[in-house]
């Protein structure tokens, strides 16, 4: 499954099997180490928020549960012409009311946004887009979790602390994703 640029919500797997290979990856890169690193942290982790990705550089993202079946996953990749359109892209249009819209905001008004994503009831949403608009940033940010063979990549690349074999890695997400979709 590839994703299309600008993202769209039918790009995203369910939420359930998004968060299971995020949290897998998240898992392998926990270490003492990394869980002391406060507030400018790095990598892929986990806390009472959600489920964050920082590159600490051009993308970051985040992904949370707001309770019954419901997500949020918001965030920024330099790629991203959303937040730069003219006119102005309002990316919390047919937003619900249950997303953190003091959170999503003041993210806002600082330029630190570049889309925000929604599910319930089964499915994805986001702001209507202008047809002209190239990018919001979805691919470049999430396509390692939303790829299933990239997420596979991560698990086994040289640069991960607990690197997996490829057959380990393989085990490991499938259990993962079958675990979600129950």
């Given amino acids: 499954m590839a994703i299309d640029r600008p993202g769209r919500p039918e790009d995203l797997p369910s939420a359930e099997v998004l968060w299971a290979r995020w949290a897998l990856v ?87 946004l570049g889309c925000v994503y929604w599910y319930e009831n089964g499915t994805w949403s986001r702001a209507p887009y202008p047809d002209d608009l190239e990018d919001d940033g979805l691919d470049c940010g999430m396509s390692r979790f939303v790829v299933r063979e990239k997420t596979l990549a991560l698990l086994t690349g040289a640069d991960h602390p607990r690197r997996l074999s490829p057959a380990g890695a393989s085990d490991r997400l499938t259990a993962a994703e079958s675990l979600a979709s129950r």
Avoid at 45 to 57: A, Y
């Fill in 26 to 112: 998240a898992e392998l890169e926990a270490t003492p180490e990394n869980e002391g690193r406060g507030v400018h942290r790095t990598g892929t982790w986990l806390d009472e928020e959600g489920l964050h990705l920082d590159d600490c550089g051009c993308t970051w993202w985040t992904f949370a549960p707001m309770g019954e079946g419901r997500y949020v996953l918001y965030g920024e990749d330099e790629s991203s012409g959303v937040k730069w359109h003219e006119p102005r892209i309002d990316m919390l249009a047919q937003a619900p009311d249950w997303l953190p819209h003091d959170r999503l905001r003041e993210l806002l008004e600082g330029w630190e």
